[in-house]
């Protein structure tokens, strides 16, 4: 699935999302926190580098249950993880399209 950032918006309103997965790198949180971007308590972001997202589901920080947004930088790398987590039974995950550049 696929999110515009104008329904990333709704969605966080209406509370229908149970997280957003910042799949940043370290490096690129230079650029800003995603918390600030989307003007949301830092509580509801998780920094998990792409690298490390299967670690998470493993290590079952992650339950197929919740509504997840996977964002990155380019909206690139974020809907490959989306991919694949739905290979590993993730229905509820979506990706921000544009990623940060496009918020």
Same mark, same amino acid.
């Given at each position: 699935?696929?999110?515009?950032?104008?329904?990333?918006?709704?969605?966080?309103? +209406?509370?229908?999302?149970?997280? /957003?997965?910042?799949? $940043?790198?370290?490096? #690129?949180?230079? %650029? !800003?926190? &995603?918390?600030?971007?989307?003007?949301?308590? +830092?509580?509801?972001?998780?920094? /998990?580098?792409?690298? $490390?997202?299967?670690? #998470?589901?493993? %290590? !079952?920080? &992650?339950?197929?249950?919740?509504?997840?947004?996977?964002?990155?930088?380019?909206?690139?790398?974020?809907?490959?993880?989306?991919?694949?987590?739905? %290979?590993?039974?993730?229905?509820?995950?979506?990706?921000?399209?544009?990623?940060?550049?496009?918020?």
């Amino acid at each position: 699935n696929k999110l515009e950032s104008q329904s990333l918006k709704v969605a966080l309103l +209406s509370q229908s999302l149970d997280g /957003i997965i910042d799949i $940043r790198e370290k490096y #690129e949180h230079q %650029e !800003g926190e &995603l918390s600030d971007y989307l003007k949301v308590p +830092s509580d509801l972001v998780s920094n /998990i580098p792409s690298h $490390r997202l299967l670690n #998470e589901v493993f %290590e !079952g920080r &992650l339950t197929k249950e919740q509504n997840y947004i996977l964002v990155c930088r380019s909206g690139r790398r974020s809907k490959a993880c989306c991919e694949l987590l739905n %290979e590993f039974g993730y229905s509820n995950v979506s990706n921000l399209a544009g990623g940060v550049a496009f918020i």
